[in-house]
């Protein structure tokens, strides 16, 4: 048995009520969630007798029902009571009209006491409504008593527009201010002072129920209709109380003062501690702006992360304040960046900003993810295995810092431009200084630089000059995209032959007046919906135009179009784009282009294909470039009807003067440490395939540095040999093993089969004439058919076969 006596239990019962009015009214958040824990399908909207099936088996949803009628029904009377003494006092002595007030409240009570019967109740109180209106005044006698009838009258008939017209669509708190504002107002004789008690009262409910815009907007019209009812000044002080209530003025005054009470006593590091009085915390519907929130909670974090934190976190879910969270995110982010002094700091950015939601706020926009990816880089550089390397890989971020210097310059927040534009500053002469220090501990090093990259397409920003050779790619490419009438371009060649890189090397080899904008439509395929696919190419273009030397800004196609209509609003966007670039060819580089069949399959529609047959059509400033590994003939019969004219461009193995200087001279100020003998080793066992050059160089400088540090060689007179080469055989076999693997995935069953033949010692026969003409066309087999065209695969299959 509880221990509770009746007068404790009835306190309780009050402060409850109490409670969730104040929620109602100012922790609307906190509201909504408390009602999910009762039911998870119940609403601040929402009736909850509409739900008195099942109160049975949940008694917190009964005893809330019965708070929401208490509150509904008795408020008013209470406000009323507390209302007209003061009113009587401050007005000198005019008297407040009880009996039509207390008449009021009356019939209000009535329609409330019979509301709780639900719907089998509906028409009892809309009769009970009708005759109080028309027949209590007629039957009773006495002024007093037909003054205290209209009351009645007038409660009954409000409360059952309130409570059955209403119910579903306003709050609780609707309904409370609704009972107060017209029981005030009745007792005081509807004058001024009362109509601006309505005003107040029913603006402060309209705000909560509907919103600020409508609210508003309501009390411009409440405004007009007393002012045409009443008189102007009626109009006027209706009008704007309502307005001011909407606002919650009346609250954000006073909460006005607290904050400016709170800054101005919580300096010499104690904002740590007012961060849990701030006005947010007891009120989460503040419509207009505090001053100094964001600077308390960034200078709290200097001293307390995880209070600041947790404010910011509050804030984002549990008020409407996201406004001020995002400006003090932006101001910590500002903060933190600026602190940086090494570049170990700007290391540990990424995981000291990590609680940062995704994506970041709109005021930090760009602007924090690029410092986050230079982090990144940063971070990557420093795991490099080498000194030259680490030097090297500082040159992506420093390129990005200098742009995201100049382009903050231009932005129009300037609190963003100085916090950030400073923070890039500073983190730029720190890189710079790392750098030249990496480079002079370099130079010092015993060493050899490793220089060379196996794997991925080299990039201009990084790779430099490592590019060699294709000069005749180069040349026919710009000859063809210039001429009067530029056939479609196919760039194809086997697997890691340098295509990717040719692309993005091709805006430093031709004309400025050429605009080369690479797409990955490896990427692109990811689509799933022809929406999807339009807005990644777009995306990408633009990308690609920013990333050029001489960089291109493009604007952005219309969102709405684009998801109506994608493909014919990007035709349409392309125009505009000739048409703000006079005197521009744009070469379309489409790298990967064979996974345009997977979005054709995946959305059963040649959409995209008829999307490049009318820009071959009829947009002469639009040249195509298809990039990939298979030739027009390996791929569906669909694609001769969109690809007419094509031009194939064929990448394979380097020249071998091209292959040689690769070798010897990957980058400027290189030293020679190859013997004569290492260097036909390599060109021997490659054939001058551009990716397993670098891969065996890489491995040889791996191999001659551990002699170094192993002391088995003189840093400064070791050279690789030709049984260096030898050595690293098996180690590129197991690097390149993604490679090696790819390139037997894609044979056929006839293709494996000959392949066996030959390396078991057999002699092809003439019905193997296509199966050869085909390895050859795939630069496996020589002519011949009896010999592999690269060493390295015929060991590689080699090693497989021995494994089967």
Known sequence: ?????????????????????????????????????????????????????????????????????????????????????????????????????????????????????GNKNRLVIILVAVLTLFLAPI?????????????????????????????????????????????????????????????????????????????????????????????VAFGVAVGVAFILGVLRVYFWLPELLWILTLFLLSRNGKRVNCLRYLPSRFDELILLPLPFMDVMIVEAYQKNPDVARETINYLITSTNQQRVA??????????????????????????????????????????????????????????????????????????????????????????????????????????????????????????????????????????????????????????????????????????????????KYLPYRIQANIVPLLIDLQGAAAATTLKGLAENLAQQIIEAARRLPRKVFLPNPDANKLAEDPFPALQTWLVEIECNNSGKQFLLCLDEYERLSEVVEATSSRAPLNFIRNLLQHQRKWILLFSGSQELSELDDYWSDYLINTRALRMTYLHESEA?????????????????????????????????????????????????????????TAKATAQDVQEVIPVVLERGDQYFRELWRSLTDSDRSLLRRIIYGETPTQQDKGVIRKLTRKEILTPEGNAFQVPLVQKYIEQLLEEE
């Open 1 to 117: 048995m509880s221990n509770e006596s009746p007068t404790s239990g009835f306190w309780n019962y009050v402060a409850e009520c109490v409670r969730l009015l104040y929620w109602i009214y100012f922790k609307p958040f906190t509201f909504e969630h408390w009602l999910r824990d009762i039911h998870p399908q119940l609403k601040p909207r929402d009736n909850p007798f509409d739900k008195r099936a099942e109160f049975r088996t949940n008694s917190r949803l009964r005893l809330y029902a019965e708070q929401v009628w208490w509150l509904t029904a008795v408020v008013p009377m209470v406000a009323v009571l507390l209302v007209a003494p003061v009113y009587t006092l401050v007005s000198g002595g005019e008297s407040f009209h009880w009996f039509t007030s207390c008449g009021f409240l009356i019939g209000w009570f009535i329609v409330s006491l019979l509301d709780r019967g």
């Open 139 to 231: 039957f009773l006698s006495g002024v007093a008593l037909r003054v205290a009838a209209v009351g009645v009258a007038v409660g009954v008939a409000l409360r059952v527009v309130v409570g059955v017209a209403l119910r579903v669509a306003l709050r609780v708190a609707l309904g409370v201010a609704f009972g107060v504002a017209v029981g005030v107002a009745v007792g005081m004789a509807f004058g001024v002072a009362g109509c601006v008690a309505f005003g107040v009262v029913l603006g402060v409910a309209f705000g909560m129920a509907f919103g600020m815009a409508f609210g508003v907007a309501v009390g411009v019209a409440v405004g007009v209709a007393f002012g045409v009812a009443f008189g």
């Open 326 to 503: 995002a400006q003090a995110i932006s101001g910590i982010a500002g903060d933190i960046l600026n602190r940086c002094q090494r570049l170990s700091d700007i290391v540990e950015i990424a995981n000291q900003l990590a609680w940062i939601p995704s994506p970041p706020p709109k005021e930090l926009g760009v602007v924090l993810p690029q410092f986050l990816d230079i982090s990144q880089n940063v971070r990557a550089s420093q795991e490099a295995t080498s000194l030259y390397r680490r030097y090297e890989l500082l040159n992506i971020p420093i390129a990005v810092l200098r742009q995201l210097g100049q382009s903050l310059a231009l932005t129009k927040d300037a609190r963003v431009a100085v916090s950030f534009g400073n923070a890039a500053q500073g983190w730029l002469t720190i890189l710079e200084t790392a750098q030249r220090t990496l480079n002079e501990q370099a130079q010092q090093s015993k060493e050899i630089r490793q220089v060379y990259i196996a794997g991925n397409s080299l990039d201009p920003e990084t790779a430099k000059n490592r590019f060699k050779g294709r000069k005749d790619i180069f040349e026919e490419i710009e000859s063809l995209a210039l001429s009067e009438q530029p056939p479609v371009l196919l760039l194809y060649g086997g697997r890691r032959t340098g295509k990717t890189s040719a692309l």
């Open 660 to 716: 040689r200087d690769l070798i010897q001279q990957p980058v400027e100020n290189f030293r020679d440490i190859y013997e004569p003998t290492a260097v036909d080793a390599i060109i021997q066992v490659t054939r001058c395939q551009p990716y397993l050059v670098q891969l065996v160089c890489y491995e040889v400088v791996e191999l001659l540095n551990r002699d170094i540090r192993r002391n088995r060689r003189e840093a400064d």
